[in-house]
């Protein structure tokens, strides 16, 4: 049974796992956080009143019953090899990398990865998000199962390559998403309009895909083929060459998509 955790971080990452597990004290009596940025570090321990270690040799190897190291994809492999005697499961909560990246000297190692944006000091839901637990053992997997349950019922068990895949699709339909609405930001900014009056359809357009496969929930000129439109748009951003080619790039890959699925339907 998993009860004392240590942290590894002081992130973003970090942040929302020690946010996240202090909400069940009952579960979790034990909480500590393993990092060297004593500024970001302090400030979580200040918040979250758990424990900070500074200096690795403070950390008894022998206490606790997992390790999740909460920190940039490519500080992961490295910073595990710190715990081959450790007596713990060591996991990672990376989408993109596989297990193996852990220390093949750490005899318990596993993946505990959670599909969320993630910035610190804004809370999302934690019940709604979807964990993908993997072990390095059938038992592990069990345990790490049983570990992240308490937190939210949507677990799923993918190879590393499935979530690998899924993490793809996390770049393209959030992170690259976001990047566009920062370009729409400054087109708005730079013509004096209101940024605020996206928002709503924003809105609609998350919800339309709780109900409809996205392809059916595309709209706008390139999906009707509208090539006059586009062209205004493109006079709009002569001054914006990155934008404008985005803009057309994506408007072809739109106009291709839907004139593709018209021939196979």
Not at 179 to 199: E, T, Y
Not at 224 to 231: L, Y
Request: charged share 15%; net charge negative; aromatic share 10%.
């Amino acid at each position: 049974m998993i009860e004392r955790i240590l942290i590894a971080g002081s992130g973003n990452m970090a942040w929302h796992w020690v946010n996240m597990l202090t909400q069940f004290t009952s579960l979790y009596p034990v909480v500590h956080l393993y990092a060297r940025n004593r500024v970001s570090s302090d400030d979580i321990s200040k918040q979250f009143q758990v424990k900070t270690y500074h200096r690795f040799e403070q950390l008894d190897p022998q206490f606790y019953d997992l390790v999740i190291l909460a920190v940039s994809d490519d500080a992961v492999e490295t910073l595990s090899s710190y715990f081959i005697n450790f007596n713990a499961v060591v996991v990672h909560c990376s989408g993109a990398l596989p297990m193996h990246v852990l220390h093949a000297d750490i005899q318990q190692t596993g993946v505990l990865y959670p599909l969320q944006t993630f910035t610190k000091g804004r809370e999302p839901d934690y019940a709604k998000i979807h964990f993908f637990p993997e072990g390095s053992s059938p038992e592990i997997t069990v345990e790490l199962e049983h570990f992240i349950r308490p937190v939210s019922p949507n677990i799923h068990f993918y190879s590393g390559e499935q979530r690998l895949a899924l993490h793809l699709a996390a770049v393209i339909a959030n992170n690259f998403t976001n990047h566009f609405m920062v370009l729409a930001h400054q087109i708005c900014n730079k013509n004096k309009v209101d940024f605020s009056a996206l928002l709503p359809m924003m809105e609609e357009t998350l919800e339309k895909l709780k109900h409809l496969h996205p392809a059916n929930a595309q709209t706008g000129p390139a999906v009707r083929g509208n090539r006059n439109t586009i062209q205004q748009h493109l006079k709009v951003l002569e001054n914006d060459p990155h934008i404008a080619f985005l803009y057309k790039a994506l408007s072809e890959s739109i106009i291709n998509f839907n004139q593709s699925n018209k021939k196979q339907s």
